[in-house]
């Protein structure tokens, strides 16, 4: 919801993440990966969702790239991202552990964190902080890296605004329809 979206950007903001900072996902397509899309950029903060399907030394890389400062992850990838994390040799990023209650199969915690008790922290009235400039990045997006290490690509404000107009426009979609301008790949 809305709160949760406004409890994350809040209680991201109370662990240190500033304006322009790389807030990084390796999570399904749950709700948590839906509140991020809104709560990282409502602090400022640069989304960058990674392919779940990278190999540990891909999600290394793009961690120490976009210099991740907080990592969420669902414990689904445990064995890759605690294998990522080792490689990337980030002791100063947090890793916040998100637990989906659908996901049954084996699987560890691999942070210093849980979701639900950050969510906890955070105010529900936090006000959103909008961009200054609309080239201001709102994500980063990396290739797959199949040809060599993967590629980043800065998404800003003023693109992921068009191309959600123009979406709705060209499927028409019906008034409150919710459009989400990035998913992991």
């Given at each position: ?12 903001v ?5 304006k322009g ?18 709560g990282?950029?409502?602090?400022g903060?640069v ?21 991740a ?21 980030r002791?100063?990023?947090?890793v916040?552990?998100v ?18 008790a ?7 009235d ?20 199949t ?17 959600a ?13 919710v ?7």
């Open positions: 919801t809305y709160e949760r979206c406004r409890r994350l950007a809040s209680a991201l109370a662990h240190g993440v500033k900072d790389t807030v990084a996902c390796m999570l399904p397509n749950v709700p948590s990966m839906f509140e991020a899309h809104f990282v950029p409502a602090c903060a989304l960058n969702t990674i392919n779940t399907r990278l190999d540990a030394e891909a999600v290394a890389f793009i961690l120490n790239h976009a210099e400062k907080v990592l969420l992850t669902d414990r689904e990838y445990a064995r890759m991202v605690k294998a990522a994390i080792a490689l990337a040799d002791p100063d990023m947090i916040i552990d637990d989906d209650p659908e996901y049954t199969g084996p699987g560890e915690r691999v942070g210093t964190k849980d979701y639900e950050l969510l906890a922290t955070g105010s529900p936090f006000a959103f902080e909008q961009p200054a400039d609309e080239w201001e990045a709102i994500s980063l997006n990396y290739t797959s890296g040809t060599g290490d993967p590629k980043g690509v800065v998404y800003h404000h003023r693109g992921a605004y068009l191309n107009v123009c979406n709705i426009v060209t499927w028409g979609m019906p008034h409150h329809s459009y989400l301008w990035t998913l992991p790949m």
